[in-house]
Nanobody
Framework: QVQLVESGGGLVQAGGSLRLSCAASGRTFSNYAMGWFRQAPGKEREFVAGINSSGGRTSYADSVKGRFTISRDNAKNTVSLQMNSLKPEDTAVYYC???????????????????WGQGTQVTVSS
C-alpha cells in the first residue's frame, strides 16, 4: 500500500501561482511513477502531469504545458506541482497518484495508477 496526502490548494486570482505537494508513505517511493490529475465539477478526471520514478522524465497535458512543472524528491518521498499563470479553467480538485513502474515509464491514463490521494481544491478566480 502507498498512502498519498496532497496539500497546497487554495483560492488564487487569475495569473497567480500555487504549489501543490503530495507526501507519500508505505512503500519504496522511487519504485513508482507519479502523476497529477484534476477533476472539475461535471467533468471527468483528467491527466495534468506525470513524472517517471527517477524524476528524469516528465509529461504534461497540452492545456498546462509551459505553465505547470512537476518535480519529485525521492529522498523526501514527495512530488510537487508548481502552477504558474493560473486560469479560471484550472479550477478543479487536484489529485496525486502512484503507479508501480520501471524507471523510464510515465503513465497518462488513470487506469494505470493504483494509489490516489484524497485531493486538494484549487480555485482560480477571474
Amino acid at each position: 500500500q502507498v498512502q498519498l496526502v496532497e496539500s497546497g490548494g487554495g483560492l488564487v486570482q487569475a495569473g497567480g501561482s500555487l504549489r501543490l505537494s503530495c507526501a507519500a508513505s508505505g512503500r519504496t517511493f522511487s519504485n513508482y511513477a507519479m502523476g497529477w490529475f484534476r477533476q472539475a465539477p461535471g467533468k471527468e478526471r483528467e491527466f495534468v502531469a506525470g513524472i517517471n520514478s527517477s524524476g528524469g522524465r516528465t509529461s504534461y497535458a497540452d492545456s498546462v504545458k509551459g505553465r505547470f512543472t512537476i518535480s519529485r524528491d525521492n529522498a523526501k518521498n514527495t512530488v510537487s506541482l508548481q502552477m504558474n499563470s493560473l486560469k479560471p479553467e484550472d479550477t478543479a480538485v487536484y489529485y496525486c497518484a502512484a503507479a508501480p513502474a520501471s524507471s523510464l515509464v510515465i503513465f497518462r491514463s488513470l487506469s494505470m495508477y493504483d494509489y490516489w490521494g484524497q485531493g486538494t481544491q484549487v480555485t482560480v478566480s477571474s
